[in-house]
C-alpha cells in the first residue's frame, strides 16, 4: 500500500522533558522510610516529547519545536530528536525532570521541577518556524500552563501564527495552580486563534467551568473560530468531537491497560496526522483513539503503522449526532 502523500508538517511546541516514572506504589509510605518499587523507566516525556515520539514512530512529517538546559540530560534528549535539536536554544539551568510513580487502579502522581521549559519564550518559538506555513501545516501548543514565559504571550503567539498561515491546536494541559478566575478571563484572548482545542474529560470541565461535558465543550466551541472544533479524549469512552455543525464520537475498543502515560499525548499524534494527511473529521478521531489505544496497551510502548490505520475501516460502535 503506497503511503499518503503530503507537503505539510506538523510543528509540536512545548513541554519536552525527561520523564522517570515508577511502579506500582500501593500507598504512600511514612515520611522518612524507603519503598521499594518493581519497575522504572526513564524516558523522554512532556507532553510535546511524548506527541513527538508517536509521530516519530508514525513517520509523520514534524519538527519538534522546544528550548533545553545545560546538564547531563541535554544531549541525552537531543540525540533522540536529532531531525530538531539542532534548532533549540539552550539555557543555563537544569533539564526540566518529572519524577511520576503510577498506583494499582493505573492513576499516576506526578512530581515536577521547572527547569528549562519555564523560560521557552515567544521568540524561541517563532525562530524555529518559517515565516510562511506550507498549505495544511498545523502548530500544536503543549503544556500550556506549565511553559509560563511562552504562556504570558499565548495571544500575540496565536495570532502570529494565524498570520503566518498555520492551522493551530492546542492542548492546554491542567493547569498546576488549578482553575482561578483569573485563569479563565485571559482563555479567550487566545481561544479566539485556536482551530483544534485538545482536551481530555476534567480539562473541558475545568477550562468551560462546567461539570456537563457537553455543555463546558460548548462554552469553549463558541470562543473559538467559527470552523473550531472541541475534541475531548474521554480514556475507555473514546473520544467527541463538537463543533458549530455537528457532534461526532468515536468510541474506544476495549484492552488491557498496561501504561496510561501520555496517553492523551498519542491521541493528538494520530488525530492531527489524519488531519495533516487530508482525512476527514471521523477519520481523524478513530486514527487518534487508535493511536491512543495501543500506546497504553504496550510496553515498551507500540504504535500502529501508518499503513494499518489507512487499510482498517473499522468504525463498529461510533456514534454520530448532527
Not at 473520544?239 to 493528538?268: K, L, Y
Not at 496526522?273 to 478521531?285: F, H, I, K, R, V
Not at 500506546?295 to 501508518?306: C, E, F
Amino acid at each position: 500500500m503506497k503511503k499518503p502523500e503530503t507537503q505539510a508538517r506538523l510543528y509540536v511546541v512545548g513541554n519536552l522533558n525527561v520523564d522517570l516514572i515508577m511502579s506500582t506504589l500501593d500507598q504512600w509510605p511514612e515520611k522518612g522510610t524507603e519503598a521499594m518499587l518493581e519497575t522504572s523507566s526513564l524516558r523522554p516525556g512532556g507532553s510535546a516529547g511524548n506527541c513527538a515520539l508517536a509521530l516519530q514512530a508514525l513517520g509523520t512529517p514534524y519538527r519538534l519545536v522546544a528550548n533545553q538546559g545545560n546538564d547531563q540530560f541535554t544531549p541525552w534528549l537531543a540525540g533522540l530528536f536529532t531531525g530538531s535539536a539542532a534548532h533549540w536554544p539552550q539555557y543555563a539551568c537544569e533539564t526540566s525532570l518529572t519524577f511520576g510513580v503510577t498506583h494499582p487502579d493505573h492513576e499516576r502522581t506526578f512530581f515536577s521541577n521547572q527547569g528549562h521549559i519555564v523560560r521557552l519564550t515567544m521568540a524561541d518559538v517563532l525562530n524555529q518556524l518559517p515565516e510562511l506555513a506550507t498549505p495544511g501545516d498545523w502548530v500544536l501548543l503543549c503544556g500550556t500552563f506549565l511553559c509560563t514565559a511562552l504562556y504570558a504571550d499565548y495571544p500575540a503567539l496565536l495570532q502570529t501564527l494565524k498570520h503566518r498561515g498555520y492551522q493551530v491546536a492546542v492542548d492546554s494541559g491542567w493547569p498546576p495552580q488549578g482553575w482561578s478566575l483569573e485563569l479563565r478571563e485571559k482563555i479567550p484572548q487566545w481561544l479566539q486563534y485556536c482551530d483544534a482545542l485538545l482536551l481530555n474529560e476534567v480539562e473541558t470541565q475545568g477550562l468551560g467551568d462546567g461539570e456537563d461535558l457537553q455543555a463546558a465543550a460548548q462554552t469553549l466551541l463558541a470562543l473559538m473560530p467559527v470552523e473550531g472544533r472541541c475534541i475531548v479524549k474521554c480514556g475507555p469512552n473514546g473520544a467527541h468531537c463538537w463543533s458549530t455543525s455537528q457532534h461526532r464520537h468515536i468510541a474506544a475498543q476495549d484492552i488491557e491497560v498496561v501504561d496510561t502515560i501520555g496517553a492523551g499525548d498519542s491521541f493528538n499524534a494520530g488525530y492531527l496526522s489524519a488531519l495533516l494527511y487530508g482525512q476527514d473529521e471521523q477519520t481523524a478521531l478513530r486514527w487518534g483513539v487508535r493511536v491512543a489505544s495501543a500506546a497504553i496497551g504496550s510496553s515498551p510502548r507500540v504504535y500502529p503503522t501508518w499503513q494499518a490505520l489507512v487499510a482498517d475501516p473499522t468504525l463498529a460502535n461510533n456514534q454520530e449526532t448532527q
